[in-house]
């Protein structure tokens, strides 16, 4: 175990309450089912209702798999998930080329924001852990 508190609870227990777009388990660093909840709303209310119960298991799993760093996941979450299509989340990662390129282009015409959802645990990692 890394001891890092890299992901907050509290922000995955509000990311529940639209949990039926699986923005909580994008958070925690689960795309697959994330994408899964996004296209069934939250397995039809089931899987969102039990994932209630299961956000404390998957803050600890991405407390243990990412890395901790000067970056915050949270701070690039909320800058991804509300200005995502401007690139923000990517200028605040130190990514400036392609934030601007994000920012001219409506997050290459929302591909990449969606590619963002998938893999932004794993850029902040890696940023976290060249630093």
């Not at 697959?32 to 994932?51: A, C, E, K, M």
């Not at 299961?54 to 000067?70: F, H, R, T, V």
């Not at 401007?86 to 409506?106: D, Q």
């Not at 591909?111 to 959802?117: E, H, N, Q, V």
Request: hydrophobic share 45%.
């Amino acid at each position: 175990m890394n001891g890092n508190d890299t992901h907050l609870k509290s922000i995955g227990y509000i990311l529940w309450i639209f949990g039926f777009t699986g923005s909580h388990r994008f958070y925690y660093g689960k795309p697959v089912s994330g994408t899964i909840y996004f296209f069934t709303l939250g397995l039809l209310g089931i899987g969102w209702l039990i994932d209630l119960f299961l956000i404390p298991g998957m803050d600890a799993q991405a407390d243990e798999k990412y890395n901790s760093g000067p970056l915050d996941y949270t701070v690039a979450w909320v800058l991804h998930t509300f200005l995502g299509i401007f690139g923000i989340h990517r200028m605040y990662m130190g990514k400036w080329i392609s934030g601007i390129i994000y920012f001219l282009t409506g997050a290459v015409f929302g591909i990449g924001y969606l590619y963002d959802f998938w893999t932004l645990n794993d850029q902040v990692s890696e940023l976290n852990s060249q630093a």
